[in-house]
């Protein structure tokens, strides 16, 4: 069965510091990854996907995710984070060869940017 | 703008009154989903729906009900809400197949007390 973790409720980092929120998968074959970001009081929000190719995935805000295979993994990163970053993060996964309805999503990471 | 738009947004409410939440899309999606989402538990699965009159299950299904009569909509139903269904509830909307990004809606914040 696919499934998704990201072992961190929080991540605290000071503003101009880099980045990194962690999210590990398990699918069968390749999967397709996701993240998304939730503001106060909104919905989720899509930032990135990786679906095949360059294993560094560049998306909304300066935000790029790198795939590791073998590792099972798709962190999500920032080189300089913003107070303006701070939100609730959902890594999501999904088997390739199952349909939209088998996304599975993160328990989600609270981080919080420090000025 | 392409949107899902859900109503109401904030809800309190009783046991056991019926309520329903709207959820209506403009892109066309074939695709369509509830989702709520508690503290620690992340988002979980109610119904989804892959194309008008097709439903199905989710994760967590029990207690409500949804419909798919239009393609642009897909309300969920408490028939007897109860206070675990206390929840910050989501829908989304993507394509039926592809890498499917999907969606959200900005969130109904239902209280049964």
């Known amino acids: 069965a696919q499934s998704v973790a990201q072992p961190e409720d929080q991540v605290n980092v000071a503003e101009g510091n880099p980045l990194t929120v962690k999210c590990t998968y398990s699918?069968?074959?390749?999967?397709?990854l996701f993240w998304y970001v939730q503001y106060p009081n909104r919905g989720l929000q899509f930032l990135l996907k990786y679906i095949t190719g360059d294993n560094l995935v560049k998306g909304s805000y300066g935000f790029e995710a790198e795939f590791n295979k073998s590792q099972t993994s798709f962190h999500l990163k920032k080189p300089s984070a913003l107070v303006s970053d701070s939100a609730l993060y959902f890594c999501?996964?999904?088997?390739?060869?199952?349909?939209?309805?088998?996304?599975?999503f993160g328990s989600g990471t609270r981080l919080s940017i420090r000025p | 703008e392409a949107q899902v738009t859900q109503n109401p947004r904030y809800l309190i409410t009783v046991t056991g009154k019926k309520l329903t939440v709207t959820c209506s899309q403009n892109m066309n999606h074939e695709y369509m989903s509830w989702y709520r989402q508690d503290p620690g538990l992340g988002l979980r699965q109610i119904y989804y729906?892959?194309?008008?009159?097709?439903?199905d299950k989710g994760d967590v299904p029990e207690g409500y009900k949804v419909s798919r009569k239009e393609k642009r909509n897909f309300p969920l139903i408490l028939e007897s809400p109860s206070p675990n269904q206390t929840s910050l509830y989501f829908c989304?909307?993507?394509?039926?197949?592809?890498?499917?990004?999907?969606?959200f809606g900005a969130g109904s914040r239902l209280t049964v007390l």
């Open positions: 999501a996964v999904r088997d390739p060869y199952s349909s939209a309805s088998k996304i599975i």
């Open positions: 699918v069968s074959g390749n999967p397709y």
């Open positions: 729906s892959m194309n008008v009159e097709v439903t």
């Open positions: 989304a909307s993507g394509p039926r197949s592809g890498a499917n990004v999907l969606t």
